[in-house]
């Protein structure tokens, strides 16, 4: 009788072990199948975000492949800079596309657009109600300021606004009367026609006002005429000063992006690429331009040729 019971508590015994040990397996199969399903899940998803990727690049890839083609601006001087940078910018994102840019001032630059003869027509200024009445679009991709510069030797450092309307209006001749030395003062413009002359003219309400020594045709020729002439004064673009001059404060502020940015700075214009038409009637090529310069690359672009983007 007693070995009976041993003999039944060791087949009981064994069958707790034995259930035990499948309960073991099942709870390794398990796992090891959650463990396979989400191994899965994450190579599906990883193959879903390569396939979107390269699906992203390959949109891209034709896209830049797809442009084939030239693309023509014209006008101001004072945006060869910007002009420049951003063809050859845009031209190495996009190799099947030329930009031919011609720097021939902003009146021309707007008469070119309005008769067919450019996609684009560049103009340092704001555009004028007759010239919108034909249909030309302003397009502001960059703000401006205009530097007033003298010969590197004049010990002037300042002007106000009112000195400074004396002296191109006529009724100031002398740097003598302005804190400088007993010498007459070369007055330097641009010519008719230029952006920068129309700006500066309006911004100080001088339009037909101005009494200049000398008219020239470009940013780089009144440049080089004030550094060479001694008592001379000129006004250029901002982004092309360098030390052959001298740049005066106006109101005892530099001109600076930062001054211009918060308003202390009084003598500020747009850079306008302008269309016949809205951007959205132009081209692909055009319309990818306008994409690119109004990027994130392409503000980068407008302040590292010293100049503010529009927006």
């Given at each position: 009788?007693?070995?009976?019971?041993?003999?039944?508590?060791?087949?009981?015994?064994?069958?707790?072990?034995?259930m035990g040990a499948l309960a073991g397996c099942g709870n390794s199969t398990t796992e090891t199948t959650a463990a396979g399903t989400k191994a899965a899940e994450t190579t599906a998803g990883t193959t879903q975000t390569t396939t979107t990727t390269a699906a992203a690049a390959t949109t891209t890839a034709k896209a830049t492949a797809d442009l084939k083609g030239s693309i023509s601006m014209v006008g101001s001087t004072s945006m060869e800079k910007l002009a420049t940078a951003l063809s050859e910018v845009f031209m190495e994102k996009y190799p099947g596309v030329t930009v031919q840019a011609e720097f021939v001032g902003s009146g021309a630059g707007i008469e070119a657009v309005t008769n067919g003869a450019a996609d684009i027509g560049n103009a340092s200024r704001n555009l004028k109600d007759e010239e919108k009445s034909k249909g030309i679009v302003e397009n502001i991709v960059a703000i401006d300021g205009i530097a007033v510069v003298t010969d590197p030797s004049?010990?002037?450092?300042?002007?106000?606004?009112?000195?400074?309307?004396?002296?191109?209006?006529?009724?100031?001749?002398?740097w003598k009367d302005l804190g400088g030395a007993d010498q007459p003062i070369v007055v330097i413009g641009r010519e008719s026609g230029s952006g920068t002359r129309s700006a500066f003219e309006e911004l100080l309400k001088l339009e037909d006002k101005c009494k200049y020594s000398n008219e020239l045709d470009s940013t780089g020729a009144v440049m080089a005429k004030v550094a060479?002439?001694?008592?001379?004064?000129?006004?250029?673009?901002?982004?092309?000063?360098d030390k052959t001059v001298k740049t005066l404060k106006l109101e005892n502020t530099d001109p600076t992006p930062e001054n211009i940015k918060a308003g202390s700075y009084f003598l500020s214009r747009p850079f306008v690429m302008a269309t016949k038409g809205d951007i959205s009637k132009q081209n692909d090529n055009v319309k990818a331009l306008f994409d690119y310069i109004h990027s994130d690359e392409g503000k980068e672009l407008v302040k590292s040729v010293g100049l503010i983007p529009a927006n």
């Open positions: 009788m007693k070995k009976n019971l041993i003999k039944i508590l060791a087949a009981a015994g064994m069958a707790v072990l034995t004049n010990k002037v450092e300042n002007l106000t606004k009112d000195q400074l309307i004396a002296i191109y209006n006529g009724t100031t001749t002398s060479s002439t001694p008592g001379s004064i000129g006004y250029v673009s901002l982004d092309v000063l």
